[in-house]
């Protein structure tokens, strides 16, 4: 199984500033007949299901805000909001789907500093 | 716009049977093809691949639950269902719905999930 690790766990960063998650895979998730990372990324609000933000590790979904962007490759990825708003607060999960079983990061919990 | 939504009883008592339904509107099961994934997400934890399933029945399972699972799809009604027996408190969770991006694989993000059914196991 790829294990998924997230750091850090929480965050606590100011309106308007930058916030960065990282997510590390324990073995390479790029395809190499296609040259994709098979990793997204997922927002999740209280009481509500994970959305979709980022896929391919840097194509960022239909109506998400250009404030999202998703880099890195093989094992290394970034999750990065540029200047964080109020209803960003949540928690940000990774997920590999290069091999079963899918597997999720921890989660990292973002708030307002 | 697709909408998924999950059902079932809220609460179980240990070594029963878990079913689940996945209800899809907005969209035909049928007539895609997407694949459908099933997760679970014990209360303030993350979250768990449970399996996967295509219109024509194929399915692929968590190894971890497999000997206790079935999955299967009824495209008459557009529903997808899910059946877990001998539960224990573990299986405790919010079970999703949830379909893949990309036709004609599951190696895809998901892009559309249900709200989610609350499943509770205690005596």
């Known amino acids: 199984d790829i294990v998924m690790t997230q750091s850090p766990e929480s965050l606590a960063v100011s309106l308007g500033e930058r916030a960065t998650i990282n997510c590390k895979s324990s073995q390479s998730v790029l395809y190499g007949s296609n040259n994709k990372n098979y990793l997204a990324w997922y927002q999740q609000k209280p009481g509500q299901p994970p959305k979709l933000l980022i896929y391919w590790a840097s194509a960022r979904e239909s109506g998400v805000p250009d404030r999202f962007s998703g880099s890195g490759s093989g094992t290394d990825f970034t999750l990065t909001i540029s200047s964080l708003q109020a209803e960003d607060v949540a928690v940000y999960y990774c997920q590999q789907y290069y091999s079963t079983p899918i597997t999720f990061g921890q989660g990292t919990r973002l708030e307002i500093k | 716009q697709l909408q998924v939504q999950e059902s079932g009883p809220g609460l179980l008592k240990p070594s029963e049977t878990l079913s689940l339904t996945c209800t899809v509107s907005g969209g035909s099961i049928s007539s895609s093809d997407y694949y459908w994934g099933w997760f679970r997400q014990p209360p303030g934890k993350g979250l768990e691949w449970i399996g996967n399933?295509?219109?024509?029945?194929?399915?692929y399972y968590n190894s971890s639950l497999k000997s206790r699972l079935t999955m299967s799809v009824d495209t008459s009604k557009n529903q997808l269902s899910l059946k877990l027996t001998s539960v224990t408190a573990t299986d405790t969770a919010i079970y999703y719905c949830?379909?893949?991006?990309?036709?004609?694989?599951?190696?895809?993000?998901?892009?559309?999930w249900g709200q989610g059914a609350l499943v509770t196991v205690s005596s």
């Open positions: 949830a379909k893949h991006r990309i036709g004609g694989t599951f190696y895809s993000p998901l892009d559309y």
């Open positions: 399933i295509y219109k024509s029945g194929t399915t």
